[in-house]
């Protein structure tokens, strides 16, 4: 336990006696103002802008101001957190349960206390103060021999918290330390009254989530030589949540948001980890006090975070609705103010309302025509407005089901990595486009990996990617379902690495553009971005004879990066890519194993051919003689795999690739056809991009647009950051670009709100 000890004693000087605690706040820097401070890009921009006015219909990058989304900020809030920052960046307030303040008496879930940047930079203060209520009941049904109890518990529970977003004028962590740490103005959003909602700060937010959950868990586990637990669950629940949010947009405008998330959660896991070590085997200070207890409680868990190895799987099977309100109200109005207090007022009347409310949402099926379930959503729409005197601005609902499976690894101190696979599909309707329905059938890849994670520190490197392949038709009040729009969005970031891993991040991009519309005839570079002026490479070192071994190529290190690529493809598009000829999907396929195939494909590329059941084939004979080897020795003394080898591989997976499309035209009904563009879209031996380097070589470049988004914070000596946006091909003239900004529009709305927004 000596060093154990050690390592409490070093802890204490991270923890402030005014409860100042490092764990692990989401602090950034990010500035999303589209301005373009990249000096050194100025050159190749210009060309490009050039080269733009020469060829309207396929030009290449041009920066624009495109504001990032808000799943973007999400990423980047998350891309930071655990991150290596300074104490006043991490600094934040926890008290204990049984924590009271004066004006909310009876919130028993205590406080937290932190700050955040905004997108302007600005630093907000937040105020945390939770309520938990709950009940069980667990109880051992069966003990294995050797192995373990099974255990079944039933349990249900209340939890809430009250949450106030104040926007601060600062944006100086540590200058904003003595607001932190003034208790007697901590804010809540209980007691709802109506002189209090009139005395909202421009930019403030008030929240008030609740989840009403309840289910049923059964589990057995074991205990290997008292240092591993390995365990087998799974679960059923259902969970109601309720929330109400205001926000003070200016003087004249406070926006009023009422959710409802009705979701059922099915699961089964498996995990293995090292046992945990007691606070009070650890040998932290002594004392009974609230510090004592909460530094006691916090050197624990970074302890037993350092030394714990964990492996975990699980599956999830998610089904649930959503609706959601909203209404703008004046401020300056008292009148209205005071029906909204009224229709808030209570500590959990308004929640009783709300889950009154959604009993009538629970009753419409996602399989109902366009038009059904308009009637519901507009009678809770009128409901609500009614008693607020106003109109909603939007009503909506979005149905969606789904599954994932998640993996996760943690070796201690050295690396984290967590993977998960998602599919999903949403139907988003609203009263705001006549009743008219966005489906979207969704997949999604997620990495992210931490490396060297320091107790009571932070991550030293991290590198996180999302793929999303979105399919979507739109459906309006008596017309037939539209043909789908395909839409590919992936986000990657970083946390201290290489110009060279940087520099990947674009050329994952632009391994796909450089393909559109080429019909498997090699590729175009011009809609491509320049990815060493946006990170240089360092110059080659001269040669040192004296030294053994290979020369490696400098490397510096950047601070932070993130980038946002977008690709969407047009209905027409999408039909080129479905009812597209074999042979063109062949050579498309050919032209992308070019990459590392070229010396074989090159010679032999004629020589393939299709037969009337969609196989690649080719003479073997014509093959070898080509290729000067014999068909009867296929042995390599090199070790190498014999070219005849190659071609049979190749010929096999361009099969492959064409039954995949095929089997797209194959299915009957458009929800079918969406629905399996998805799924080859982003499975099998190519998925996302590589499946997309094959498949935009088919289309005409009228019918794609792109967009990628760049930030870095390089802290490299005269280097310039950049913050801009790129877009590609013509797709500002197109009309697809409407309808991906509505499903963006909808997804967004109907995301769960992040730390700073409502």
């Known amino acids: 336990m000596t060093i154990l000890n050690q390592l409490s004693k070093l802890s204490l000087t991270a923890v402030s006696l005014l409860l100042l605690s490092v764990s692990g706040t989401k602090a950034a820097d990010i500035s999303f103002d589209g301005m373009d401070r990249g000096a050194g890009l100025a050159a190749a921009m210009q ?10 219909d396929n030009r290449g990058p041009v920066p624009s101001t495109t504001t990032p989304s808000n799943e973007l900020t999400n990423f980047w809030d998350h891309l930071k957190d655990g991150g290596l920052d300074s104490l006043c960046k991490n600094a934040q307030i926890k008290l204990n349960k049984n924590f009271t303040l004066a004006d909310v008496v009876g919130l028993d879930g205590g406080l937290k206390r932190y700050l955040k940047p905004l997108p302007s930079k600005r630093l907000a203060l937040l105020d945390e103060i939770k309520l938990k209520l709950s009940a069980s009941f667990g109880t051992e049904v069966l003990n294995v021999p050797n192995v373990g109890a099974l255990n079944v518990s039933i ?71 008292e240092v591993v637990n390995i365990s087998i669950g799974a679960g059923y629940a259902k969970e109601k949540r309720p929330s109400i949010s205001l926000y003070k947009i200016d003087e004249n405008n406070l926006r009023l948001r009422l959710r409802i998330d009705h979701i059922t959660v099915k699961s089964v896991g498996a995990s293995a980890n090292t046992v945990e070590i007691p606070t009070g085997d650890i040998g932290l200070i002594s004392g009974e006090n609230l510090i004592a207890k909460l530094v006691n409680k916090e050197v624990a868990k970074e302890i037993n975070k350092m030394i714990a190895f964990k492996l975990a799987y699980s599956h999830v099977r998610t089904t649930g609705q959503k609706l959601l309100l909203e209404f703008y109200i004046d401020p300056k109005n008292p009148e209205q103010v005071e029906k909204l207090s009224e229709l808030l007022r209570g500590n959990f009347d ?48 979005d149905h969606y089901n789904g599954h994932s499976d998640n993996f996760n690894i943690n070796v201690p101190v050295i690396h984290n990595h967590q993977n998960s696979w998602a599919s999903s599909y949403h139907r988003y309707q609203s009263l705001n486009n006549d009743g008219g329905t966005i489906h979207v059938q969704q997949r999604t890849r997620v990495s992210n990996g931490d490396t060297i994670n320091i107790p009571f520190v932070g991550t030293v490197i991290k590198y996180n990617s999302q793929k999303h392949i979105y399919v979507v038709n739109k459906e309006a009040a008596g017309v037939a379902v539209t043909r789908p729009v395909l839409l590919y969005q992936r986000y990657d970031g970083f946390l201290r690495q290489g110009d060279a891993t940087a520099r990947h991040m674009i050329d994952n991009a632009n391994d796909v553009l ?6 498997g005839n090699g590729v175009d570079m011009s809609n491509t971005l320049p990815s060493s002026s946006i990170f240089p490479p360092l110059p080659p070192q001269e040669n040192d004879y004296n030294s053994d071994g290979p020369q490696s190529d400098p490397v510096k290190t950047y601070r932070t990066a993130v980038m946002s690529f977008k690709l969407v493809f047009a209905e027409k598009a999408v039909q080129d890519i479905i009812f597209a000829p074999a042979r063109l999907i062949m050579k498309s396929f050919m032209n992308v194993m070019r990459e590392t195939e070229s010396a074989i494909i090159d010679k032999i590329m004629d020589l393939f051919t299709i037969n009337e059941k969609g196989k690649v084939k080719y003479d073997q004979n014509a093959v070898s003689k080509r290729l000067g080897v014999s068909a009867f020795d296929n042995d390599n003394n090199d070790g190498q795999t014999s070219p005849l080898d190659i071609v049979r591989n190749l010929a096999y997976a361009a099969t492959k690739f064409i039954a995949k499309i095929t089997s797209v035209r194959n299915e009957s009904g458009w929800k079918g056809q969406s629905d399996r563009l998805a799924k080859v879209a982003s499975s099998g031996g190519m998925k996302y991009e590589d499946f997309l380097k094959v498949v935009i070589q088919m289309v005409d470049v009228k019918n794609i647009s792109s967009e990628i988004y760049i930030h870095t914070d390089k802290r490299v000596k005269d280097e310039a950051d950049v913050t801009q946006t790129y877009t590609m091909f013509n797709n500002r003239d197109n009309g697809f670009d409407n309808t991906i900004a509505e499903v963006n529009q909808m997804r967004e709305r109907f995301a769960d709100p992040s730390d700073l927004t409502d």
């Open 47 to 56: 060309e490009m802008r050039d080269r733009a006015r020469a060829d309207s």
């Open 155 to 225: 349990g249900a529970s209340l939890e809430g918290k009250s949450v106030v977003v104040r926007p601060l004028e600062s944006n100086k962590y540590c200058k904003e330390l003595d607001t932190l740490i003034k208790l007697y103005e901590v804010k809540t959003v209980l007691p709802m009254n109506a002189k209090r909602i009139a005395n909202m700060e421009k930019g403030e937010i008030w929240k008030l989530p609740v989840v009403v959950h309840y289910g049923i868990s059964a589990g057995i586990g074991a205990n290997i030589s």
């Open 350 to 397: 308004n929640i009783r309302k709300l889950i009154k409310m959604g009993l009538k949402f629970d009753n419409f099926s996602e399989e109902a025509s366009g038009q059904s379930g308009v009637g519901e959503i507009n009678e809770l729409a009128l409901q609500t407005g009614a008693a607020i005197d106003a109109e909603s601005s939007f009503a909506g609902s």
């Open 514 to 519: 450089k393909y559109a519309g080429m019909q």
